[in-house]
């Protein structure tokens, strides 16, 4: 039987704080083995680890910018360094 990845698993959204363990085993037992951690805010950073700490061996996750933050992230960038100047 063929292996399956699922490449974007939200598992740090709150729909699944409740029962995270059972929608993993029953994937697995679906021969879903790996998993593709993502994070859409970066709050969520210490849930994904978390996650991927109790199941490392069928989690990978990728750290980033999705494109529609760039513009967000560009102009807290720039207030940060204006801030940092003026102390």
Known sequence: MHEIADIACN?????FDNDLDEVIDRAIDK???KFGLICSRLRDIDKLIEIY?????????????HPHLETYLLMKSKYLHLKNKLK
């Open 53 to 65: 700490n109790r199941y490392s061996k069928n989690m990978f996750f990728t750290i980033g910018v």
């Open 11 to 15: 598992f740090t959204s709150d729909r």
């Open 31 to 33: 021969h879903i083995t």
